[in-house]
């Protein structure tokens, strides 16, 4: 019987923990896809205790507590940190073969290395022992980013945004670089026009240009599309149910620009039209400047009315949805190909059932000009876990080339997520280490070794033409 969470913790074989340990384990960190609140790095925060780290804004683990009959003012209400963070122990040994059983305790090792299991009898203990380390210096936000060997950091920012907290760590010369990453989801929600209008007037003072028709307010996205360029960015991102691909003229979106401005709610069909046209202004945007552009698709957001109106999005009451994906994908795509404007591009799914779907559509649009241009991204939210990670890598080994695959993310807003790397890596190299012992692939390990460190690492570094914050 294997101990839990040994140095071979996912490692079945010895090939696959020979090319974890000589290949996989050392290599850095690229982030580039994540939520941290890149004002925490430039003040190089201190936090005061464990939940603070932890808990604060982890939707992941409210949802398992509220499961487990845990009052919500120990998840988002007002009890105090020990007694949120008590909680939240009783609450572990009950997701047993959930990831977050996993990720809590490889967290607990990695940063803390604390091996002790977390329950109701050791929360006391853990939590002193946890907050003492973090009270101190060595863990700071930044101090953090390095002992997990973090080399970049692409945080998610809306256009409106200053980047003001980007300029200070760039200026600062810190060592990590944080990018901000490009995500204009609130310049496509015409769908609430009293919001939409709102957010125009943000854009307005953001960019210094008077938004009176549909060409100003594109010359204004065009502006902060500019300003992130110059703060180094080189990623866009879109949160969205399913690409929208209706048929528009641009005589359709100035009409719809100017009925939605004059706050009047706009049909369905409409809708689907300015969204429609925005990604594919958004996309030739990115293409122009050599960006590699992102799409979060499938997930069916804010589905507890009554909790949306309490606690607002981003809370924990999203899930999987079932939308039409292929052909709007694929119009949204060649029409972007057809002018030679489509650019590189990574898919994220989020019901497993589209897999292959996903992972054969990037194969329709690769050309030849960068390896990998078409990218179908790593296992999503409730895909990033032991068994959605194993599917994307099997769906994209069949269909196309791992060997090719930028690998993980954090997506997260924790700083102690970066364990969720160290898991990827685990199963990526135990898939192959297996395949290896099988007989499936030749025994080269040199060849197969750089194969892992090429997913884990030096893909992501070269696709994205990433430089440290030093050059």
Same mark, same amino acid.
């Given at each position: ?35 941290? @609140? ?23 683990? &409210? ?24 909680? &939240?122990? +009783?609450?572990?040994p009950y997701t047993m073969r959930n990831p977050l059983y996993h990720w809590t305790h490889l967290e607990l090792q990695r940063y803390f290395g604390i091996r002790k299991l977390l329950n109701k009898n050791t929360a006391e203990e853990i939590y002193e022992e946890a907050s003492e380390m973090l009270r101190k210096p060595d863990f700071s936000a930044k101090n953090i980013l390095h002992k997990m060997k973090v080399e970049v950091v692409c945080t998610t920012d809306d @256009? ?15 060592? $990590? ?5 490009? #995500? ?10 009293? +919001?939409?209008?709102?957010? $125009? ?5 953001? /960019? ?82 050599? &960006? ?20 607002? @999005? ?9 939308? +039409? ?9 060649? #029409?972007?190909?057809?002018?030679? !404007?489509?650019? #590189? ?20 649009? !690769? ?10 991204? /790593?296992?999503? &939210? ?7 990670? +194993? ?5 994209? /080994? ?7 695959? $930028?690998?993980? =993310? ?6 102690? /997520? ?12 135990? =898939? ?40």
């Amino acid at each position: 019987m294997k101990e839990f969470l040994d140095e071979n913790f996912l490692l079945e074989t010895n090939t696959a923990a020979k090319l974890y340990h000589d290949y996989a384990k050392s290599k850095p960190i690229i982030d580039y896809h994540c939520h941290l @609140p890149q004002q925490d790095v430039a003040s190089d925060r201190i936090f005061n205790d464990l939940t603070e780290i932890w808990l604060e804004g982890d939707h992941y683990k &409210w949802r398992a507590m509220r499961t487990n009959g845990v009052d919500e003012k120990y998840c988002t209400g007002d009890a105090s940190n020990i007694e949120k963070f008590k909680k &939240w122990a +009783e609450t572990v040994p009950y997701t047993m073969r959930n990831p977050l059983y996993h990720w809590t305790h490889l967290e607990l090792q990695r940063y803390f290395g604390i091996r002790k299991l977390l329950n109701k009898n050791t929360a006391e203990e853990i939590y002193e022992e946890a907050s003492e380390m973090l009270r101190k210096p060595d863990f700071s936000a930044k101090n953090i980013l390095h002992k997990m060997k973090v080399e970049v950091v692409c945080t998610t920012d809306d @256009p409106v945004d200053d980047l003001k907290y980007h300029k200070e760590l760039k200026d600062s010369g810190f060592d $990590v670089s944080i990018l901000p990453t490009f #995500r204009p989801d609130k310049a496509m929600a015409v769908e609430n026009a009293v +919001e939409f209008v709102k957010y $125009v007037k943000k854009l307005e003072k953001a /960019s210094n240009i008077s938004i009176s028709d549909f060409k100003s307010f594109i010359d204004a996205i065009q502006n902060r599309h500019d300003f992130f360029a110059d703060m180094g960015c080189k990623l866009s991102d879109h949160g969205i149910e399913t690409m929208y691909a209706n048929d528009y003229t641009d005589s359709d979106l100035k009409s719809i620009f100017t009925k939605v401005l004059s706050g009047k709610e706009l049909s369905v069909e409409e809708v689907g039209k300015f969204k429609a046209g925005m990604l594919v202004i958004g996309a030739r945007m990115d293409h122009e400047k050599g &960006w590699t552009q992102q799409f979060h698709l499938g997930a069916i957001r804010n589905n507890n009315p009554r909790m949306m109106r309490e606690l607002g @999005p981003d809370t924990g009451f999203d899930s999987i949805g079932d939308f +039409e994906m292929a052909r709007p994908m694929s119009k949204f795509l060649g #029409r972007l190909d057809d002018t030679d !404007q489509l650019a #590189r591009t990574i898919l994220y799914n989020l019901n497993p059932r589209d897999n292959y779907l996903f992972a054969t559509m990037i194969g329709n649009f !690769q050309d030849g000009s960068v390896a990998g241009k078409m990218q179908f991204g /790593s296992g999503w &939210w409730f895909l990033d876990q032991k068994e959605g990670m +194993e599917m994307q890598m099997n769906a994209l /080994s069949n269909l196309g080339l791992l060997s090719r695959f $930028v690998g993980m =993310l954090t997506d997260s807003r924790s700083f102690l /997520s970066y364990p969720r790397h160290e898991y990827f890596r685990r199963l990526l190299c135990n =898939l192959l280490g297996n395949d290896i012992e099988k007989g499936l692939l030749p025994n080269d390990i040199e060849f197969i070794g750089e194969m892992v460190e090429n997913i884990c690492y030096y893909n992501a570094k070269n696709f994205f033409e990433f430089n440290s914050n030093t050059d």
